[in-house]
């Protein structure tokens, strides 16, 4: 069956929006956008990242709410994965693990993990050598 629907967002929690957007927007190329109550959300080409912050948790919510470093997101790298190498280490953002084969939304790909300032796994995934 093929309905309708595609993934519109996502949850993280963040605890310092400073250090968070800064992280966001620098390492991870999002676009960061102010939202109603002096909060951000963190968009990327297709997705969005909405944010739980330091002041509080939005409604409604899950059951057992998403908390710093509680998540786990994988992004679409396009391009060889050694760029995405080298704009971490230009970053200081250490690697938790890789290269490694990995399989994703368009199949076999190459990953490495690192993880937000609060401790949230994040990963590239590139389909490209």
């Known amino acids: 069956m093929n309905l309708p629907v595609k993934l519109d967002h996502s949850v993280v929690h963040v605890s310092n929006w400073e250090v968070c957007n800064a992280f966001y927007r620098d390492v991870m190329g999002a676009e960061v956008v102010a939202v109603p109550n002096g909060k951000w ?3 990327f080409a297709n997705a969005q990242l909405n944010l739980h912050g330091p002041d509080g948790i939005g409604h409604p919510r899950a059951k057992d709410p998403v908390k710093p470093g509680n ?7 396009d391009g060889p994965l050694g760029d995405a190498i080298a704009h971490l280490q230009a970053h200081n953002v250490g690697i938790e693990l890789g290269p490694v084969s990995r399989f994703g939304r368009s199949g076999k790909g190459t990953s490495v993990y690192f993880r937000d300032p609060d401790g949230s796994l994040l990963e590239f995934i590139s389909y490209k050598s």
């Open 71 to 77: 998540s786990d997101l994988c992004f679409e790298w």
């Open 41 to 43: 959300c963190y968009r």
